[in-house]
């Protein structure tokens, strides 16, 4: 049995919306709206879902990069939510983020070695006259030679920046890499290259992954359990192997119909959902998703439907939905 090491719960991320001559708060964005899972040591779990449904919010909250609303994030059974300044900062060795722009989140005036030596030094994890050793070996690791270490980060291409990204997370040796889109501004070739390198340095270093895309192709390459959201909350939870081969929610199964595959004579069918995404400023009522859902009634709109436990025999598999049953046996039929 894998330790557990981040357990998130009814993890809430509300955005004030102020308005008025006084600048009072009129309303919210609910971002992220209780949302609860865990991380097991060594694994990656990825969240996937469309732009605007929570899931870098999710990240940034984890990390305390914004200021959760409510909810629990422990980290090795710690409370991160109740630490305070010191001890998050401290804690932060332990928790790295690799972004999606790799450029607007190095600085352009920092050579790589000032990048990489500033990330020790916050740290305090290697004695100064071993640092510049330890900024060659990390360059090595992620495939940049030592001999570029005084470049500018303006001179790399954007996977070679990505690259010295991930370099500067494993600086400080982590146990938990959240990875915020971090191949989505690349080429499908650099995209790659980067994840081959992260499931190897995940072998190599013993690492833990978060991994935020939207991108289901991606996805299916790195993880080994996905978690679908929409607008602020989870619709399903699987291993990947279940949620690809057999997915139970809706919006799960428009997704993945979504997905470009090679021709194999068996005709796909592209589930097309109407309607836009609802604003998280107003949530719909009930099941987030009933407004575009084929298979929608009165009770989806008004009663929120709860994680439930599947019967796969693919792996473990949890998904929210009134009907899941009901529509995979065919009994409960598109209604609109």
Known sequence: MQKELLKVTDLEQHFP????????????????????FTIHEGETLSIVGESGCGKSTTGRAILRLDEPTGGQVEFKGKDLLSFNKKEM????????????????SLNPRHSVFQILNEAMEIQKVVPKDKREDR??????????????????????????????GIARALAVNPE????????SALDVSIQAQVINLLKKLQRDFNLTYLF?????????????????????????????KSLFENPQHPYTKALLSAIPTATTGKKKERIILKGDVPSPIDPPTGCRFHTRCPFATELCMKETPKLRTTDSMLGSHQAACHYMEQIESGEHQPTR
Do not use: C, W
């Open 17 to 36: 919306i102020k308005g008025g001559f006084l600048g009072r708060t009129v309303n919210h964005v609910k971002a992220v709206d209780g949302v609860s």
């Open 89 to 104: 900062n401290k804690t932060r060795k332990d928790m790295q983020v690799i972004f999606q722009d790799p450029y607007a």
């Open 135 to 164: 900024i060659k070996e990390l360059l090595e690791t992620v495939g940049l030679g030592a001999h570029q270490m005084h470049r500018m980060p303006h001179e790399f291409s954007g996977g070679q920046r990505q690259r010295i």
């Open 176 to 183: 938990l890499i959240i990875a915020d889109e971090a191949v």
């Open 212 to 240: 935020i895309s939207h991108d289901l192709g991606v996805v299916r390459h790195i993880s080994d359990r996905i978690i679908v959201m929409y607008l602020g909350k989870i619709v399903e939870i699987a291993d990947k």
